[in-house]
């Protein structure tokens, strides 16, 4: 039996009926065609469906969609504002920090995080925000570079 479950998802309401079990990235990939968040894993390991639940960067196949009735979800087509990214983004493009893009969107929301609890983070507070973000492409160093970069610019 399915529940009805109203979210908030980059400022726009919906209302959506959903399995019980149904997560949340299923629900915002499938549902509401907001395909920027990724599935990778599927079990909280690698961070590429990480989406702010609220301001706060969760797992999003770890949350049931019913959990998240009522709250504000933020995924990574929130953060832009028109056809301007947002600094954070701009920051992941001009160092690089974007390969294949794969785990690009979690990546830059947790980085949002980070900046949003910490403006300034240091290196290491900044590598210990992203530990539960896995990429395979960049070696983590222009990422690393590129949260630094945004701290610069970066308001909440």
Not at 8 to 29: I, K, M, Q, S, Y
Not at 92 to 121: E, R, T, W, Y
Not at 130 to 151: D, F, H, M, P, W
Request: aromatic letters at 2%; a negative charge.
């Amino acid at each position: 039996m399915k529940q009805l479950v109203h979210l908030t998802v980059n400022g726009l309401e919906h209302d959506l009926a959903v399995a019980p079990h149904r997560t949340l990235v299923e629900a915002l990939r499938e549902d509401l065609g907001l395909t920027g968040t990724k599935l990778g894993c599927g079990e909280g390991d690698c961070g590429a469906c990480t989406v702010l639940l609220d301001g706060r960067a969760v797992n999003s196949c770890l949350v049931l969609a019913v959990q998240a009735d009522g709250r504000q979800v933020t995924t990574i087509e929130g953060l832009a504002e028109g056809r301007a990214l947002h600094p954070i983004q701009q920051a992941f493009v001009d160092h690089g920090a974007i390969q294949c893009g794969f785990c690009s969107p979690g990546m830059i929301l947790m980085a949002k995080a980070i900046l949003d609890a910490n403006p300034k983070p240091s290196e290491a507070e900044v590598r210990a925000g992203i530990a539960g973000n896995l990429c395979r492409c960049t070696g983590y160093e222009q990422i690393i570079e590129a949260v630094k970069a945004a701290s610069s610019v970066h308001q909440k």
